[in-house]
């Protein structure tokens, strides 16, 4: 009970297979140009591929021999440049998606998707009278207007103001819970994808990297390829080495990284990655003891305030081309400050080390 | 049920003159249309409903005639003739002999002379045997711009568009182009060749009121509103 | 002033167009919406009536139309009366001819609208025929217009083929263009003048009427 | 086959357009693109060839260029030779019927570009002319290319104002529409029907080649 | 020396006036319809308003009676929909910019600016053949091809994922610190502006909030509205009152809070902010003792985690409406377990307490 996918093609370039869940919400994350346009087209049938299989739970789309119209799809799309009909105000245009509705309810449905879309009060407009973000509300309006089984948003957030997004999350989450429909929402905003979505795929190149729950591949990227993707910037390469207790250690230049157990791995070259906010900065002056977890000497390089955060660049000490970033909040320099070229600690807790394929 | 009535373009003064007389008359109407003989050909042998047609060129009647169409070869209504029209502001000079004509030619003071196409309308062939006649023909060819009809080679020798033009009497007679240039009627000899025997003809299709006007175009009041138009009909019987 | 030949031009433009624009203007749509090979020369030859002398096309319209033809004798069977010289005959004749200005300019409006109107057209839902009138249509209009207005102002002026096909008869198929033709040929100058005049004002003011009014309608949507 | 008529014809028409098209072009655009009061009987006026029958036109149109008009006279001061019944004459009257056929369809080609990409010509800085035929004539080129089409088929095929106008002078005036005409009337109907054929061809061949050719351009930019 | 702008409009609603310093990147910022676009077009020239008084460095580019052409002002746009043209390929779409440079000269430059804007690789296609983020690129090409004096960029990352948009950061500031033009970004995107922005302006309904340096605005904001458009959750009211020592204090319900002196304002009711970022979580087995600033009594309502960061909303004892937003890194939280329900004390230090107008 999914939404099926097997996707080939070259121009846009896709091979691709994935399931996405039934009435979850799935994030579609990718560097651009990466193929997430063409994959939301495809699957509203706009795109036609070399090679498509695409079913709905168990309700064919696509196959070798079929092709179902769009029209027959039950889906919503919010393409990524909206596409509102030019000579229809927004009231028109909504109502546009509800042909199947008696007139009356028309309205009464087409009102309540532009109060949840956030855009009531230009029912009258026509789109040119609207600003980048308004067109793509009312984008939204028209496509949640029928109810659709799967929905399809294509950066549909892209031009609005973190205000109006979070309200717009809400009514998302709401409707989504109310009607359980297949979501499947393009963005580039990790932070969208984790607040919004319960699943994630993650693509290149037309490719899929890694999918599954959004926070397991937010916080574990299974390669180098996918924490890139992910901004994760502290990968390195280290040498894996299995101690006779069962445990598995790092080299890492000259130092040694104890890490959770790990079977899967076998010992030789490995690459690691740690994320930057969980890089623990060793206060001098707390008495942490044994609490010490492969601690690292390190010089600061470089600090950068990001509005309420800092990042700080570290050269790790007998490894020089090694660069480690480290996210805190500004308020724990406060009582700590560092400067470049102070020397600090800080720690690589275990857990915290991401083994990558 | 009014019949419909052809007639060559060039008919159309004299003929509404005639109706309206038949109307009074008889009281019955007709409704008359006017244009090429040539087209009317071509729509009579689609069956066009028409009843009477008057010809400018016998010839069409009997191409009718042969066909079928017709009740039988009709009856000549009248012999057209030509003469040289020259319009205001011309160098020529409108002189029965051609003379200064040709001087004018000879001269190359003509630029553009009008007459109507000779390869299928008559007075257009009448036209050239006039010119030839005159021994002009060989001179001015390359000068003649020519008129779809007669109507037309009219229209551009009174436009003042050509420098002259040989064109129906009929026409030369009408008062809005007499007031535009001086007209020469020529001799009927010479173009003795191509005489302009206009023949008028009931279709197969005819009715009674057809039948009247066509008796009525033979009496001496209809003959004699075609004369003042320019219309004769010549004493020997041709046929 | 020939009145009977006025409103008998208006009724022929106004009949043509009724009858010429609603399949024009879908075959207009389909040749903007699908490519094929072969279509070019479609569109060649849906130009063709152009290409012809009007009284040419006529004639051989005629010869379609007229007794001896097996058209001509089917219609004739069917309507009771011959096609040829008839009011009926003269719409034919007169779509005929309209075609290329019909057709054209609806093509290049269909072909104008974006990509992204039709498959937002798609994704609402939209059957083909609800796209085409609620969507499409609207989008063409201008074009559309352009293709009316040419087919009105282009059947009051036609003349060569309403006069083969239809012979000229008062009332029947006497057009206002043939009267004043028939004016212009017998000199009578001043008639023809008037009533020259009297078509070109009409005209004038049914199309500058009709642009005025889409150009309002235009400018409530300028492209977003 | 009057080869001689088919090669005037031909030269007639690429003549029409070598004049008509430029200025028609230009008037196209900038009605595509301003707005002012009066806009709609401009338009109107534009349409207007195409209401009168051609021969009435033709008629006027010979007064107008004939040794007594001041016009005429002007002319022939001009050229050496009067203007009526030259083949300068009839370009001059041909481009004036065929304005209807040339400024429409380019109009709207021109009112299809989106605002944004005037918008964008704006702000890369490129001048009038320089967003003229980089930006808005290539984009315009489908309904510019229905302009030229219409066009050139209807100089080939009209017959009433070059009649008129040209009088009919074999090498000179004498088009092959003329020519096909002529043939009719004296009822030599397989000569009517060769070069019928030969014009029919010549045509479609000449308008399908350039539809092929403006279509596979246009495919490799459909609307982004 | 800088761009001033006066202008007033309605349809789109404008009442704004501001100057835009010279030769550095200012953002624009506002909620979705606030006018942005509108204020970008009219410094283009595109959008002519009732009332424009627009300079440049003294140059006039609108007054009462005169409109300079766009093609006149020295400005490189991004528009909010790229409007690449159609019909020309990505070198064709940069070169259009560059009409004024011999053809040679016209090919280097647009391969540069095609490579600086990370589009290289697509020269030879056309706009219908670019993902929505490559034509977002290209359009940014395209803009600086010229080195304009002026570059309008309006929301021209918003189709780009991070690790790409981080590229462009670099090049966008590089080419700044080139060429010294003044920049003037929109961007719905904070940590956007305050990366990249060195001055920030702060619009709503077409007038201006609050203008001046980013990271001043970002955090501390003028009024309520700014607050909220920054963001900004904590936002309470309370009562002014100086204490005979020249200090100030807010009663807050049954608290009290001691804040920085302020003479501006006058006691009475006002309004306070505290960036959630800035609200300590005072742990109890630490000895802060005497550190322990405004000590607020709480109870947690609710706890959100949003990869590697934790939302926690707090009820204020005493003031039972009041919802304290807090924000920490997760880490923080695997030591003092905080969980729905659970008492904690907080601390909002007096420099971190805004007092709004
Ligand atoms: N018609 C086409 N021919 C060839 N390549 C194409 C075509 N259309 C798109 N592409 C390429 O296919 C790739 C995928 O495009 P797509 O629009 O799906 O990307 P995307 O992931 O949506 O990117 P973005 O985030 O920038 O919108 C892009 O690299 C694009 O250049
Ligand atoms: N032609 C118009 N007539 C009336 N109102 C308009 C018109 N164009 C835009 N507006 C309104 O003006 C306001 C400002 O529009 P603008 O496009 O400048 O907003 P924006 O700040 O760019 O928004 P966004 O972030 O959504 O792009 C919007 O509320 C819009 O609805
Ligand atoms: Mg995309
Ligand atoms: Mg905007």
Known sequence: MSLFLELRHNGPQLDFSAEIPKGQITALVGPSGSGKTSIIRAIAGLLKLKHARISLAGEAWDTERAHLPTRE???????????????????????????????????????????????????????????????????????????PQVLLLDEPFSAIDRGTRKHLYLELRRLHNQLGNTVLLVTHDLDEAAQLASHLLLIDHGQLLQAGETTKVLTRPRNEQAAQLLDIPNVFSASLEKTPAGLAELRWGPHRLQIAATDRTPAGRVKFAVLPQNILLVKTDKPWGSHLENPIPTQVQDVVALGGEVLVSLQVKGLNEVQLQMRLPERALRRYPITSGSEVTVCLRSSDIILLE | EVPSIAAAADLKFALSEIATEFLIETGRSLKLTFGSSGNFTHQIEQGAPFELFLSADENYIFRLAERGLTRDRGLPYAIGRVGLFVPHGSPLRADVELKDLSATVAAGRIKR????????????????????????????????????????????????????????????????????????????????????????VLLRSAGTTAEAFYNYLQQAAAREIFQRYGFSLSENKVE | MDWTAVILSVKLALVTQLFLLPPAILCARWLALTSFRGKAWIE????????????????????????????????????????????????????????????????????????????????????????????????????????????????????????MVGGNIPGETQTLAISIYDRVQSFDFSAAGTMSLLLLVISLVTIAVSYGMVERLMRRRRSP
């Open chain 1, 73 to 147: 799809r039950s889906i919503g799309l919010v393409p990524q440049h909206h596409g509102l009909f030019p000579h229809l105000s927004v009231m028109g245009n909504v109502e546009t998606a509800l042909s199947h509705l008696p007139s009356q309810q028309k309205r009464h449905r087409a009102t309540e998707c532009i109060r949840l879309a956030q855009v009531e009060g230009l029912e009258g407009r026509h789109p040119h009278e609207l600003s980048g973000g308004q067109r793509q509300r009312v984008a939204l309006a028209r496509a949640i207007a029928r109810n």
């Open chain 2, 113 to 200: 002379f009008a007459i109507a196409n000779p390869d299928h309308a008559p007075y257009g062939r009448a036209a050239q045997a006039v010119l030839k006649t005159a021994g002009l023909w060989e001179q001015l060819e390359p000068r003649l711009v020519l008129g779809e009809n007669a109507a037309q080679a009219m229209q551009f020798a009174a436009s003042g568009a050509s420098q002259g033009g040989i064109v129906p009497l009929s026409l030369a007679l009408v008062p809005q182009i007499a007031a535009l240039g001086d007209f020469a009627l020529l001799p009927a000899e010479w173009h003795a060749t191509e005489p302009l025997h206009q023949r008028m």
């Open chain 3, 44 to 163: 060649g030859l849906l130009a063709l009536p152009l290409v012809l002398p009007p009284t040419v096309i006529g004639y051989y319209l005629l010869v379609a139309m007229g007794g001896n033809s097996f058209l001509g004798r089917w219609f004739e069977e069917l309507l009771g009366q011959p096609l040829a010289f008839s009011f009926s005959g003269l719409v034919i004749a007169s779509a005929l001819v309209n075609i290329p200005f019909a057709v054209q300019p609806a093509q290049r409006a269909f072909e104008a609208i974006s990509l992204e109107v039709h498959e937002a057209a798609k994704c609402c839902g939209l059957t083909f025929w609800q796209t085409f009138h609620r969507i499409e249509l609207p989008l063409a209009w201008p074009g559309i217009l352009s293709a009316m207005m040419m087919t009105f102002a282009h059947t009051l002026g036609e003349f060569g083929v309403v006069l």
